[in-house]
């Protein structure tokens, strides 16, 4: 995250701005509305800390918090394998945003006493939006983590996993279309990214899970007598069969064997 640049330090949490967030400033709303824009980004930075915090209740650290302009992203140091715990880490960030708009609304009537009516009710409506938009079920956005955790305990993580991710990336392809139809090109770069991480974490908990699952097979003893070497025959189903001659300098293609 080099080359972000750093807003400052809150809860032990570094926070960075990505330079191209200075995009926004291009948006057609922020001739008229560049407040309004300012705030709800911070309220998607206090939407990441809900993250951040909850996460930190569960012993999980977080290395920082970079705003981009498609929103914010809360890097936690790992992601909780618990169900219950990933529900939780997740809901907390719209949870933010709706206790934010209930705060604005019980204020409102002070916040139009000094002629700021107005902007609270935009501001109120853009959390409420916020919070609806990431509950979204479109993996790796909040919703999608939700339905992952739900689907977890039930299906286990891998096959969960896969599902959220799947309904993740058809989700991303629609909304991205839609977009682009639209000629709305920051949420297209929105749906791109919600595509691709998709993918790339359903990779790294698929590559986690087998690893998981290998860690039992590890116990046992991989020495080959010489000449010979493990091939596996079936699912977990491993014997030994002899090196042939010709290919005995590609024998290290093979599982593990010492
Ligand atoms: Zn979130």
Redesign the pocket.
Known sequence: MKTSWKLGRVAGIDVFLHPTFLLILFLPAAATHLPLLLAMFGCVLL??F??ALTARRFGIDTADITLYPIGGVARLTRMPRAPGAELLI?LA??AVNVAIAAWLYLTLGLASAVGLGDFAVELLVMNLVLAGF?LLPAFP??GGRVLRALLGGWIGRARATTFAASVGRALAVGFGIYSLLNLNLLPVALAAFVYLAAGAEEAAVLADERRRNGLAEEAIDWSAPPGYRWIQTGRGVWRLAPIPVASASHASWGPRWR
């Open positions: 939407h990441e809900g993250h997740a960030g719209p990431n956005m909040d």
